[in-house]
Protein backbone atom coordinates (compact mmCIF):
# COMPACT_ATOMS: atom_id res chain seq x y z
CA UNK A 1 0.00 0.00 0.00
CA UNK A 2 1.49 3.28 -0.99
CA UNK A 3 1.36 6.52 1.32
CA UNK A 4 -1.78 8.55 -0.86
CA UNK A 5 -4.56 9.67 -0.37
CA UNK A 6 -5.98 7.81 -3.42
CA UNK A 7 -4.83 4.62 -1.24
CA UNK A 8 -6.04 5.60 1.68
CA UNK A 9 -9.19 5.99 0.32
CA UNK A 10 -8.90 2.65 -1.38
CA UNK A 11 -8.15 1.23 2.14
CA UNK A 12 -11.56 2.43 3.43
CA UNK A 13 -13.29 1.11 0.15
CA UNK A 14 -11.72 -2.30 0.96
CA UNK A 15 -13.07 -1.89 4.84
CA UNK A 16 -16.92 -1.46 3.55
CA UNK A 17 -16.73 -4.04 1.02
CA UNK A 18 -15.26 -6.49 3.29
CA UNK A 19 -18.32 -5.62 5.50
CA UNK A 20 -16.80 -3.99 8.67
CA UNK A 21 -18.09 -1.43 10.33
CA UNK A 22 -16.50 1.65 11.23
CA UNK A 23 -16.77 2.41 15.23
CA UNK A 24 -14.98 4.28 18.11
CA UNK A 25 -13.49 3.02 22.07
CA UNK A 26 -16.51 3.63 22.57
CA UNK A 27 -19.49 2.26 20.29
CA UNK A 28 -18.17 -0.88 19.44
CA UNK A 29 -19.85 -3.26 21.29
CA UNK A 30 -22.64 -5.25 19.96
CA UNK A 31 -21.65 -3.84 16.14
CA UNK A 32 -20.07 -7.56 15.32
CA UNK A 33 -17.48 -6.82 12.28
CA UNK A 34 -15.87 -3.53 13.10
CA UNK A 35 -12.74 -1.39 12.59
CA UNK A 36 -12.10 1.57 15.15
CA UNK A 37 -9.40 3.88 13.42
CA UNK A 38 -6.92 5.95 15.08
CA UNK A 39 -4.36 8.89 14.33
CA UNK A 40 -1.40 9.72 16.03
CA UNK A 41 -0.66 13.06 15.57
CA UNK A 42 3.17 13.36 16.30
CA UNK A 43 4.29 16.12 13.76
CA UNK A 44 1.76 17.93 12.23
CA UNK A 45 -1.86 19.22 12.98
CA UNK A 46 -1.89 20.91 9.19
CA UNK A 47 -2.00 17.09 7.83
CA UNK A 48 -3.54 15.90 10.45
CA UNK A 49 -6.82 17.90 9.19
CA UNK A 50 -6.26 17.08 5.68
CA UNK A 51 -6.71 13.39 6.02
CA UNK A 52 -9.41 13.91 8.63
CA UNK A 53 -11.30 16.06 5.62
CA UNK A 54 -10.90 13.24 3.49
CA UNK A 55 -12.21 10.78 5.96
CA UNK A 56 -15.48 13.19 6.10
CA UNK A 57 -15.73 12.92 2.55
CA UNK A 58 -15.96 8.81 3.06
CA UNK A 59 -18.43 8.79 5.51
CA UNK A 60 -16.22 7.57 8.85
CA UNK A 61 -15.07 9.01 11.86
CA UNK A 62 -11.98 8.01 13.59
CA UNK A 63 -9.66 9.58 16.95
CA UNK A 64 -7.24 11.96 16.40
CA UNK A 65 -4.97 11.40 19.83
CA UNK A 66 -2.54 15.20 20.10
CA UNK A 67 0.38 15.73 21.88
CA UNK A 68 0.99 18.02 23.97
CA UNK A 69 4.77 18.16 24.46
CA UNK A 70 5.36 17.66 20.99
CA UNK A 71 7.96 19.88 20.08
CA UNK A 72 6.97 20.73 16.23
CA UNK A 73 3.25 21.79 17.08
CA UNK A 74 2.00 23.87 20.26
CA UNK A 75 -1.67 22.76 20.95
CA UNK A 76 -2.48 25.93 22.90
CA UNK A 77 -1.72 28.37 19.44
CA UNK A 78 -4.46 30.07 18.21
CA UNK A 79 -3.98 28.10 15.03
CA UNK A 80 -3.86 25.32 16.60
CA UNK A 81 -7.01 25.75 18.18
CA UNK A 82 -8.83 25.92 15.02
CA UNK A 83 -6.98 23.27 13.59
CA UNK A 84 -8.61 20.94 16.35
CA UNK A 85 -11.64 22.46 16.63
CA UNK A 86 -11.68 21.63 12.61
CA UNK A 87 -10.96 17.82 13.41
CA UNK A 88 -13.96 17.88 15.43
CA UNK A 89 -16.72 19.79 13.75
CA UNK A 90 -15.94 17.33 11.09
CA UNK A 91 -17.26 14.69 13.52
CA UNK A 92 -13.99 12.85 14.90
CA UNK A 93 -13.04 12.56 18.13
CA UNK A 94 -9.96 13.74 20.01
CA UNK A 95 -7.97 11.83 22.56
CA UNK A 96 -4.54 12.44 24.33
CA UNK A 97 -1.35 11.41 22.78
CA UNK A 98 1.10 10.93 25.54
CA UNK A 99 4.84 10.72 25.55
CA UNK A 100 5.91 8.65 29.02
CA UNK A 101 9.82 10.27 28.51
CA UNK A 102 8.52 13.72 28.94
CA UNK A 103 8.56 13.27 33.07
CA UNK A 104 10.45 12.46 35.88
CA UNK A 105 8.71 9.54 37.61
CA UNK A 106 10.08 10.08 41.21
CA UNK A 107 7.75 11.81 42.48
CA UNK A 108 4.24 11.14 40.63
CA UNK A 109 3.41 7.84 38.59
CA UNK A 110 2.46 7.80 35.09
CA UNK A 111 -0.94 8.26 35.85
CA UNK A 112 -1.30 11.40 37.03
CA UNK A 113 0.73 13.13 34.42
CA UNK A 114 -1.97 11.37 31.94
CA UNK A 115 -4.55 12.52 34.05
CA UNK A 116 -2.90 15.69 34.09
CA UNK A 117 -2.44 16.20 30.57
CA UNK A 118 -5.82 14.95 29.48
CA UNK A 119 -7.31 17.50 32.19
CA UNK A 120 -4.71 20.50 30.28
CA UNK A 121 -6.09 19.03 27.02
CA UNK A 122 -9.79 18.64 28.22
CA UNK A 123 -9.46 22.59 28.89
CA UNK A 124 -7.72 24.29 25.55
CA UNK A 125 -10.41 22.95 23.51
CA UNK A 126 -13.45 22.80 25.83
CA UNK A 127 -14.02 19.00 25.29
CA UNK A 128 -13.65 16.24 27.28
CA UNK A 129 -11.12 13.66 26.80
CA UNK A 130 -11.53 10.57 27.27
CA UNK A 131 -8.79 8.29 25.59
CA UNK A 132 -5.02 8.19 25.22
CA UNK A 133 -2.56 6.87 23.18
CA UNK A 134 1.15 6.06 24.26
CA UNK A 135 3.86 8.11 22.12
CA UNK A 136 6.48 4.99 21.36
CA UNK A 137 5.89 3.23 24.07
CA UNK A 138 8.26 0.46 25.20
CA UNK A 139 7.16 -2.93 26.07
CA UNK A 140 7.05 -2.59 30.04
CA UNK A 141 4.85 -0.02 29.73
CA UNK A 142 2.29 -1.50 26.89
CA UNK A 143 2.41 -4.58 29.24
CA UNK A 144 2.11 -3.02 32.80
CA UNK A 145 -1.79 -2.33 31.05
CA UNK A 146 -2.50 1.37 32.42
CA UNK A 147 -5.80 1.44 33.89
CA UNK A 148 -7.29 5.01 34.83
CA UNK A 149 -10.49 5.19 35.41
CA UNK A 150 -12.84 7.70 32.85
CA UNK A 151 -9.46 7.25 30.18
CA UNK A 152 -9.43 4.41 28.01
CA UNK A 153 -6.36 3.63 27.10
CA UNK A 154 -5.69 2.19 23.03
CA UNK A 155 -3.15 0.16 24.05
CA UNK A 156 -5.22 -1.62 26.87
CA UNK A 157 -5.54 -5.48 26.50
CA UNK A 158 -9.19 -4.44 25.21
CA UNK A 159 -8.02 -2.95 22.31
CA UNK A 160 -4.54 -4.12 21.69
CA UNK A 161 -5.22 -7.83 21.90
CA UNK A 162 -8.90 -8.40 21.96
CA UNK A 163 -8.63 -6.56 18.28
CA UNK A 164 -6.21 -6.92 15.10
CA UNK A 165 -3.90 -4.23 15.80
CA UNK A 166 -2.23 -2.69 12.48
CA UNK A 167 -0.04 0.14 11.92
CA UNK A 168 2.15 2.17 9.78
CA UNK A 169 4.69 3.40 12.24
CA UNK A 170 7.60 5.06 10.55
CA UNK A 171 5.88 4.73 7.02
CA UNK A 172 5.76 0.71 7.17
CA UNK A 173 3.39 -1.51 7.45
CA UNK A 174 4.69 -4.47 9.22
CA UNK A 175 1.97 -7.27 8.02
CA UNK A 176 -0.05 -6.98 4.71
CA UNK A 177 -2.56 -4.41 5.95
CA UNK A 178 -4.86 -5.17 2.79
CA UNK A 179 -4.76 -8.61 2.57
CA UNK A 180 -6.00 -8.84 6.20
CA UNK A 181 -8.80 -7.02 5.50
CA UNK A 182 -9.61 -9.02 2.27
CA UNK A 183 -9.36 -12.32 4.16
CA UNK A 184 -11.53 -11.09 6.59
CA UNK A 185 -10.08 -13.39 9.48
CA UNK A 186 -10.47 -11.17 12.63
CA UNK A 187 -13.98 -9.57 12.99
CA UNK A 188 -12.18 -6.68 15.41
CA UNK A 189 -9.56 -4.61 13.26
CA UNK A 190 -7.52 -1.70 14.99
CA UNK A 191 -5.53 0.53 13.19
CA UNK A 192 -3.71 3.24 13.19
CA UNK A 193 -2.38 5.45 10.70
CA UNK A 194 0.32 8.47 10.83
CA UNK A 195 -1.20 11.51 8.82
CA UNK A 196 2.23 13.09 8.20
CA UNK A 197 3.16 10.31 6.20
CA UNK A 198 0.28 10.51 3.43
CA UNK A 199 0.39 13.01 0.28
CA UNK A 200 -1.65 13.27 -3.14
CA UNK A 201 1.53 11.43 -4.34
CA UNK A 202 3.30 8.91 -3.01
CA UNK A 203 7.03 9.98 -1.49
CA UNK A 204 10.50 8.63 -0.39
CA UNK A 205 10.81 8.70 3.33
CA UNK A 206 13.59 10.92 3.24
CA UNK A 207 11.54 13.31 0.79
CA UNK A 208 8.54 13.55 3.26
CA UNK A 209 10.92 14.43 5.78
CA UNK A 210 13.35 17.09 4.31
CA UNK A 211 10.31 18.90 2.90
CA UNK A 212 8.73 19.02 6.53
CA UNK A 213 11.93 20.72 7.51
CA UNK A 214 11.93 23.35 4.45
CA UNK A 215 8.14 23.90 5.60
CA UNK A 216 9.39 24.80 8.97
CA UNK A 217 11.51 27.74 7.96
CA UNK A 218 8.47 28.99 6.10
CA UNK A 219 6.30 28.88 9.02
CA UNK A 220 8.13 30.74 11.16
CA UNK A 221 9.18 33.21 8.52
CA UNK A 222 4.93 33.71 8.73
CA UNK A 223 4.43 33.92 12.26
CA UNK A 224 7.68 36.25 11.93
CA UNK A 225 6.10 38.29 9.62
CA UNK A 226 2.60 38.31 11.57
CA UNK A 227 4.65 39.78 14.60
CA UNK A 228 7.28 41.87 13.74
CA UNK A 229 6.69 45.04 11.88
CA UNK A 230 8.90 45.38 8.48
CA UNK A 231 10.47 42.18 8.87
CA UNK A 232 11.36 41.92 5.04
CA UNK A 233 13.28 45.32 5.85
CA UNK A 234 14.89 44.34 8.77
CA UNK A 235 15.86 40.56 6.67
CA UNK A 236 17.48 43.07 3.56
CA UNK A 237 19.47 45.00 5.81
CA UNK A 238 20.24 42.05 7.80
CA UNK A 239 21.60 40.03 4.09
CA UNK A 240 23.39 43.57 3.27
CA UNK A 241 25.35 43.26 6.36
CA UNK A 242 26.60 40.12 6.01
Request: aromatic share 14%; hydrophobic share 35%; proline share 2%.
Amino acid sequence: MNFTYRDYRALIGLLRDNGYAFSSYVNYPGTGKCVILRHDIDYSLEQAVKLARLEKELGVRSTYFVLLSSDFYNPASSSSYRNLHELLDLGHNIGLHFDETAYDYDRFGIDYYIRKEARILSDLIDVNISSFSLHRPNRFTIETQIRIPGLINSYGEEFFIGFKYLSDSRRHWREPVEEIIQKGEYEKLHILTHAFWYHEEDRELSATVREFIRSASREREGTLKDNITDLEKILLEAGENE
